[in-house]
Nanobody, 124 residues
Framework: QVQLVESGGGSVQTGGSLTLSCTVA????????MEWSRQAAGRQRSVIAS?????STNYADSVKGRFTVSKDTTKMYLQMNRLNEGDTASYYC????????????????????WGQGTQVTVSS
């Protein structure tokens, strides 16, 4: 089981910035992509930013131009600028990939791991 730990959440005023981090406790074999999702009260969780193993990024329209996702060998980051009240939510990191399992490590198995989330609250 891979452990993901988000950090960097908190309270900020409208127009402010925060940087979230997602620390991965171990190596991720066959990593496909890492994602940030968020879930506001009473709403479904949705992906807002993703980055592939090769570094290609994608953003939801709601955060495009304001948020930047990046990663290094052990962490994924989400730089959030020009925050507004609509960004108030719990933020989660997620990793997806394929690992080889079985007696001879020749059977591909997809994996998905989620962190516990970190709260971001934006107020005027």
């Amino acid at each position: 089981q891979v452990q993901l730990v988000e950090s960097g959440g908190g309270s900020v005023q409208t127009g402010g910035s925060l940087t979230l981090s997602c620390t991965v406790a171990q190596n991720l074999p066959g990593l496909n992509r890492m994602e940030w999702s968020r879930q506001a009260a009473g709403r479904q969780r949705s992906v807002i930013a993703s980055i592939t193993a090769g570094g290609s990024t994608n953003y939801a329209d709601s955060v495009k131009g304001r948020f930047t996702v990046s990663k290094d060998t052990t962490k994924m980051y989400l730089q959030m600028n020009r925050l507004n009240e609509g960004d108030t939510a719990s933020y989660y990191c997620h990793v997806n990939g394929v690992e080889f399992v079985g007696r001879n490590y020749d059977r591909p198995q997809e994996y998905d791991y989620w962190g516990q989330g970190t709260q971001v609250t934006v107020s005027s």
